[in-house]
């Protein structure tokens, strides 16, 4: 078990008592990318600044929260661990079979529906972890891809990956705190 930081990205509505009072805040839009839960950037917040200004592109500005869990065995985890990656694998030969996959059109979030659907999924995991290759473009100010050889971008170390948690409750895998790190003006440690 790892205790690690994450972060959520909202825009700014000017209410940060109440951001930190309620939050974290669920995300259930129809195409999240992993379904309903509460999305946060695992452990770099180079991450959040970048959903902050060109991912959901917040026009009044944004807020990150920063929150700390317990990577556990409660995470389905896409990201770090081959056991999972391979059972995603055998579930997309699965809905192959029955014909509910299609390469290329089939979402990652409905192959996770599925599962939740006709498993025990739901009961033994509190979370899923992703990394979204490729999400950060690479010319962008918040890129942080370098090349293995000069001329091929496309070939590269990226050392602050997307990785996306999505607890699927508040309390899952013991998270805890959520207090606003940006803007500084709205952080406790902030001074006039």
Known sequence: MTTRKAY??????????????KGPFLCNRPKAWLGEGYYFWDSF????????KEG????????????????????????????HMSYFENVI????????YQKDKTTVARIIEFVKQNT???EAYE???VNGTNSVALKSHFSSKIPFKSGKNYQYLDISPAIQIC??????????DFKIVYPPEYSEEYVV
């Not at 030969?93 to 509910?100: E, Y």
């Not at 607890?167 to 805890?176: D, G, P, Q």
């Open 8 to 21: 959520q990205t909202l825009e700014d509505r000017g209410n940060p008592e109440e951001i930190e009072s």
């Open 45 to 52: 917040i180079n991450n959040a600044h970048w959903w902050g």
């Open 56 to 83: 959901a592109c917040y026009v009044r500005g944004y807020i990150i929260c920063e929150s700390s869990y317990e990577l556990n065995e409660k995470c389905f985890d896409l990201h770090d661990n081959p056991q």
């Open 93 to 100: 030969r699965l809905m192959t079979k029955q014909r509910l």
């Open 120 to 122: 025990s999924f739901s």
């Open 127 to 129: 979370a899923i972890r």
């Open 167 to 176: 607890f699927f409750n508040k309390s899952s895998l013991n998270r805890k």
